[in-house]
Every structure is written in C-alpha cells, then in structure tokens.
C-alpha cells in the first residue's frame, strides 16, 4: 500500500504537469482588464472573464445541419492553430461558435492549437511561433493538412464561420 501511496506521490503531480496549459492571466493596464496569454483551451475560456461571451455566443449560434455533415468527412486529418486575444470583439464572437462546430464535428480538440495574445501580439513562449505565423488580425484560424498551411480565416468570416472551413478543406 506505501508503495502505491509513493507512485501517485511521483507520478500524479507529473501528469498533471503534462496536462496543463501554460498561459498567465495579466492585467491590461490599456484596456483595464485581464487577459489570457499563452497556450489555451476550450475550458480556459469557459472558466475565465472570457466565459460571459463564450457561453453567450456558443449557445446562440446554429451552424448550417447541412455543411457540418459536410465538413465531418474532410476535417479529422487536419490540424488547427489559432492566435486569439481574449480582449478582443472579434475572438470572443469567433472562438465560441468555432468550438459550438467543433463539437458537432465530433473533432479532437487535441488537434487544435489555441494560443492567446496581447494587444502587441505577444504571447509568452508562443511569442516566435506567433511572429513566424505573420499573423496581422486576430482571430486568425489556420488549417494545416500534412503539416503544409490549407488556408486561414481572418478577422471574421466571408460568410459563416462552417462555409467558409468547409471552402478552405475543399480545396
């Protein structure tokens, strides 16, 4: 029993080390209010200053039946980076309905890389994978397939959010 005790002693603070995103909160003296820096989730913006718009825009929003039957036959081998800042009007409309898709896409959230930034673009240990992405707006969604760049979505949509993924994993 003492040696059970001792392994989750070892290797419970380990996995959970593993499991956990690396953003701060810090507080924007600009804008007056705190924002998320670094690698995040969907549950760090649920529980999060962010979550009044996440639950607000994720629970209003009804994506197309039609192109999300569509879109589950092209979108499993792709993979998603998104440069959000969760000050920002436009990420916090455009994640929420993003991830109201991805659910009924059945998508692995694990395939999605989530990053957020500051007003000046700078995000943590992202800070050079952010600046290599050349991102200009936020959100910026970009989709890769075989590691090779599809296409982005900036700002916000030409016409929803699931037409235009469906365009771009058309291609």
């Known amino acids: 029993m003492r040696k059970i005790f001792l392994l989750c002693m070892f290797f419970c603070p380990l996995q959970l080390l593993n ?3 690396t953003y701060i909160v810090t507080y924007d003296t600009i804008l007056k209010q705190e924002i998320l820096i670094g690698r995040l989730n969907k549950n760090d913006l649920m529980n999060s200053d962010f979550a009044e718009y996440f639950y607000l825009y994720h629970e209003a929003y009804k994506p197309e039946v039609g192109i999300i039957n569509k879109l589950k036959h092209l979108i499993n081998d792709v993979n998603i980076t998104i440069v959000i800042g969760t000050w920002c009007s436009d ?3 455009q994640i929420p309905k993003f991830y109201k898709i991805i659910n009924l896409l059945e998508y692995d959230e694990n395939k999605i890389l989530l ?3 500051d007003k000046k673009k ?3 240990e ?3 994978l952010v600046q290599s992405l050349n991102i200009e707006k936020i959100p910026t969604f970009i989709f890769y397939k075989d590691e090779k ?3 982005r979505i900036i700002e916000s949509p030409e016409t929803t959010l699931e037409m235009d993924m469906l365009k771009i994993l058309n291609k």
């Open 149 to 151: 760049e599809i296409s």
């Open 122 to 124: 700078q995000a943590r």
């Open 115 to 117: 990053i957020g930034v």
């Open 19 to 21: 499991s956990q995103n």
């Open 91 to 93: 990420s916090q409309e």
């Open 126 to 128: 992202y800070e050079s």
